[in-house]
C-alpha cells in the first residue's frame, strides 16, 4: 500500500509523464489490482497490461488516464526483447517522456537480468524500491545490495516505528536462558586452555592464565564487536564448541 501510495501521488503531482508500479508476476494477480484499484480516488485510473503490446500502446499514450500503470518486471523486460523495426522507434517515443518507476517487492526480482534490461531500455528514468527485507552486505545477490541497485535509503519506517504509532501490535519480551553465561564462559575456557577440569586448568601455570582470561567479562565479552577500526574481536559466543 504504501508503494503503491507513492506511485499514486507522483501521478497526481504531474512531474511525471508515466508512472508505472512494476512488481513481480506472481504478486501480480487479479486481486491485487483490484486491491490497487480500490486505493486509487474515484476519478483516478490504474491501468492494467494484458500484454507487452497493450503496455507498450499505454506508454505511448498521451491520455491523462494512461498516467498510472501497473504491470509486471517481465511485461517491461520484454519490450528490449521486441526492439526492432517500429518498436524501436516506439522506445525511441517513450524516453521522451518524464518516467518514474515504483518497483515493489525490490528485493526479489530486481536482482536479475530483467532489471538491468529495463535500465539500459530507459536510460533516463527515475526508480524507487520497496522493500520489507532489504538485501544487505551480508547477504547480497551475485555481489549486489538493494542500495547498488537503488541508491541510498531514502526512508525507514521500523517495526518500532510501527509500535509506537500504533499499527503494530506492541512486544512483551522475556528471556529464557539455555545455558548461564558462566557455565558458557566456563566450557570455552577449559576448551581454550586445553583442559578437562577446572582443577586441571588451575594447576598449570600456563593453562591456568588462558582459563582466567576466557573466564574475565573484561577481557573476553559475551559477544563479538567491532572497533572504530572495523576490526572484529571474538567474544564468547564466537568460540562456543558445536557440540
Known amino acids: 500500500m504504501t508503494s503503491f501510495k507513492s506511485a499514486q501521488l507522483i501521478a497526481g503531482s504531474k512531474d511525471a509523464?508515466?508512472?508505472i508500479f512494476l512488481m513481480?508476476?506472481?504478486?501480480?494477480?487479479t486481486q491485487s489490482l483490484k486491491e490497487y484499484r480500490a486505493f486509487a480516488d474515484e476519478n483516478e485510473a490504474v491501468q492494467a497490461t494484458e500484454n507487452t503490446d497493450v503496455l507498450?500502446?499505454?506508454?505511448?499514450?498521451?491520455?491523462?488516464?494512461?498516467?498510472?500503470?501497473?504491470?509486471?518486471?517481465?511485461?517491461?523486460?520484454?519490450?528490449?526483447?521486441?526492439?526492432?523495426?517500429?518498436?524501436?522507434?516506439?522506445?525511441?517515443?517513450?524516453?521522451?517522456?518524464r518516467i518514474v518507476f515504483i518497483v515493489d517487492e525490490a528485493h526479489r526480482s530486481t536482482f536479475g537480468e530483467m532489471l538491468i534490461t529495463i535500465k539500459t531500455t530507459f536510460p533516463r528514468a527515475v526508480f524507487f524500491g520497496f522493500?520489507?527485507?532489504?538485501?544487505?552486505?551480508?547477504?547480497?545477490?551475485?555481489?549486489?545490495t538493494t542500495t547498488t541497485v537503488f541508491g541510498s535509503e531514502?526512508?525507514?519506517?521500523?517495526?518500532?516505528?510501527?509500535?509506537?504509532?500504533?499499527?503494530?501490535?506492541?512486544?512483551?519480551?522475556?528471556?529464557?536462558?539455555?545455558?548461564k553465561d558462566k557455565d558458557v564462559r566456563k566450557v570455552v575456557a577449559l576448551e581454550k586452555a586445553k583442559?578437562?577440569?577446572?582443577?586441571?586448568?588451575?594447576?598449570?601455570?600456563?593453562?591456568?592464565?588462558?582459563?582466567?582470561?576466557?573466564?574475565?567479562?573484561?577481557?573476553?565479552?559475551?559477544?563479538?564487536?567491532?572497533?572504530?577500526?572495523?576490526?572484529?574481536?571474538?567474544?564468547?559466543?564466537d568460540y562456543i564448541p558445536k557440540n
Not at 531514502?154 to 545455558?179: E, Q
Open 131 to 144: 522493500t520489507g527485507t532489504p538485501i544487505q552486505d551480508e547477504n547480497q545477490k551475485k555481489k549486489n
Open 154 to 179: 531514502l526512508h525507514r519506517y521500523s517495526i518500532a516505528d510501527g509500535v509506537r504509532d500504533k499499527n503494530v501490535l506492541g512486544f512483551d519480551p522475556y528471556k529464557v536462558l539455555t545455558f
Open 56 to 97: 507498450i500502446t499505454k506508454l505511448k499514450s498521451t491520455d491523462p488516464a494512461d498516467t498510472l500503470i501497473v504491470t509486471s518486471i517481465q511485461k517491461m523486460s520484454n519490450i528490449k526483447d521486441e526492439a526492432d523495426g517500429l518498436n524501436a522507434s516506439d522506445i525511441e517515443r517513450i524516453n521522451e517522456k
Open 24 to 29: 513481480d508476476r506472481i504478486e501480480l494477480g
Open 195 to 237: 583442559a578437562q577440569t577446572v582443577e586441571a586448568a588451575i594447576d598449570d601455570p600456563e593453562k591456568s592464565k588462558i582459563f582466567y582470561k576466557y573466564m574475565d567479562a573484561s577481557q573476553v565479552g559475551m559477544a563479538g564487536h567491532f572497533d572504530h577500526l572495523g576490526n572484529y574481536t571474538k567474544g564468547i559466543e
Open 17 to 19: 509523464n508515466k508512472v
